[in-house]
């Protein structure tokens, strides 16, 4: 069973940034892709962006393209996600996700999200 624990949100400024991250507690994490989901008050849960095991491919959807990025320690069991140019659309629960397919960035073969942390960007 792998154990996710997000960290680094809170309150911004459009414009500004925050890095999120997420702690994995499982020894072969380095065997699994890595995912963020975001949900917002109201809306479905929407996949936001992926990273296969050796960090070499990622997905984002497009309309975080150009201000986020998605990068992983396997050394640390570590994900991230650094997010610039915030905007008040950004603002949810972000969550991390693991799959069991190395090498997908495809949504449905990601599950098992952590508790989220909020991610609030204001006007």
């Known amino acids: 069973q792998v154990q996710l624990v997000e960290s680094g949100g809170g309150l911004v400024q459009a414009g500004g940034s925050l890095r999120l991250s997420c702690a994995a507690s499982?020894?072969?994490?380095?065997?699994?892709?890595m995912g963020w989901f975001r949900q917002a008050p109201g809306k479905e849960r929407e996949f936001v962006t992926a990273?296969?095991?050796?960090?070499?491919?990622?997905y984002y959807v497009d309309s975080v393209k150009g201000r986020f990025t998605i990068s992983r320690d396997n050394a640390k069991n570590t994900l991230y996600l650094q997010m610039n140019s915030l905007k008040p659309e950004d603002t949810a629960v972000y969550y991390c996700?693991?799959?069991?397919?190395?090498?997908?960035?495809?949504?449905?073969?990601?599950?098992?999200w952590g508790q989220g942390t909020q991610v609030t960007v204001s006007s």
């Open positions: 499982v020894r072969t994490f380095s065997s699994y892709a």
């Open positions: 996700a693991y799959s069991r397919r190395s090498a997908s960035l495809y949504a449905p073969d990601f599950g098992s």
């Open positions: 990273i296969d095991w050796s960090g070499g491919r990622t």
